[in-house]
């Protein structure tokens, strides 16, 4: 009996670890009874807790370095990985080389993350057939599925439109942009595009409904789901294969989140969180109250998320300024 105990021991030495008994405590001190000056010792560690962060619109009109500083910022926060809600170069172009160009530059700025980072699509980097074809060999999947630490998040392309759709969209699209950028930009609102209910609210196909209810249908023990997209297909008037997906999503927890407004705003739906996230570098309008750059961090707890929406204006490092020269940077329109 000694020799099996001498035996565990210096096993248990070997591997790093003690026995259950003398395993030191996180929390170390020298003060013995009472009082003591903290207010209790129950610190936030839940073993399943993790926090992870999203980044929003860089496109429809970057603005130079906004996104260089984020990098820079969400790599002060440590989150465990970070996702999108697309638009992240300006694309719009069926010219492979330009396509080349602009992705290698997003994917060599994202590179200074410390953390996964998870591509997303949005209209800019999903605008016609040639950018699907380039997306699949750079990429893989428009739309994809994970799951982490029991909390699952489905990946969505709010894109998906059949070929002859995608296509008419994207002629009416090019039109509308010779418009603004011609003598006459008021006359945007009379082209046919700014008519389309596609230019808001998107659309997922048939296919990418059936994948995601069979997502759905595999792991319907997951203590929570996010649900990411560029635009909000959940608004669409009509036509909307969406809603199906969201029946089965009823009766568990879940969150909505995605960009394309260039504004920040929540709204509950179905007694669910449904928000719409800001810019991290993309165009913005005075006029709306939520246009600013910004970080959204999520910490997943045992009772659910808990939403951080940081301001890049606000996170500074330790010599409290805000990293690359930030200070320089406007971060919210001039109202």
Request: hydrophobic share 35%.
């Amino acid at each position: 009996m000694i020799k099996h105990s001498l035996f565990l021991s210096t096993l248990l030495m070997l591997l790093g670890c003690q026995p259950a008994t003398e395993q030191a405590n996180d929390f170390q001190h020298d003060l013995d009874g009472a009082p003591q000056p903290w207010s209790s010792t129950d610190f936030d560690t839940e073993k399943d807790q993790f926090t992870f962060a999203i980044i929003s619109d860089l496109n429809g009109g970057e603005r130079e370095r906004i996104f260089e500083v984020a990098v820079a910022q969400v790599n002060l926060l440590h989150p465990e990985f970070v996702l999108s809600v697309g638009d992240l170069i300006d694309g719009g172009t069926e010219d492979r080389n330009q396509l080349q160009k602009e992705w290698e530059s997003f994917d060599q700025r994202a590179a200074g993350l410390k953390a996964p980072f998870f591509h997303l699509g949005g209209n800019h980097d999903l605008t016609n057939g040639t950018m699907r074809e380039f997306w699949a060999e750079r990429y893989g999947p428009r739309y994809y599925h994970f799951r982490y630490k029991d909390v699952l998040f489905l990946m969505m392309d709010s894109e998906d439109y059949q070929p002859q759709r995608m296509q008419e969209i994207y002629e009416a699209r090019a039109e509308a942009i010779r418009i603004l950028d011609g003598p006459n930009p008021e006359k945007y609102p009379e082209t046919v595009y700014f008519a389309m209910q596609e230019r808001r609210t998107g659309e997922i196909s048939p296919e990418q409904n059936d994948y995601f209810r069979e997502v759905l249908s595999q792991h319907s023990d997951a203590r929570w789901t996010f649900i990411l997209m560029h635009k909000p297909v959940w608004m669409r008037e009509e036509g909307n294969n969406y809603e199906a997906m969201e029946a089965m999503l009823a009766n568990r927890p879940y969150t909505v989140i995605n960009g394309h407004f260039h504004a920040y705003s929540h709204r509950m739906k179905n007694d669910r969180d449904y928000i719409i996230l800001g810019t991290t570098g993309g165009s913005q309008n005075p006029a709306n109250e939520g246009s600013f750059d910004h970080i959204t961090m999520v910490t997943m707890t045992t009772d659910g998320p808990e939403l951080a929406n940081l301001k890049l204006s606000g996170i500074l490092d330790k010599t409290g300024k805000i990293p690359l020269d930030g200070d320089s940077l406007q971060f919210e329109p001039k109202r």
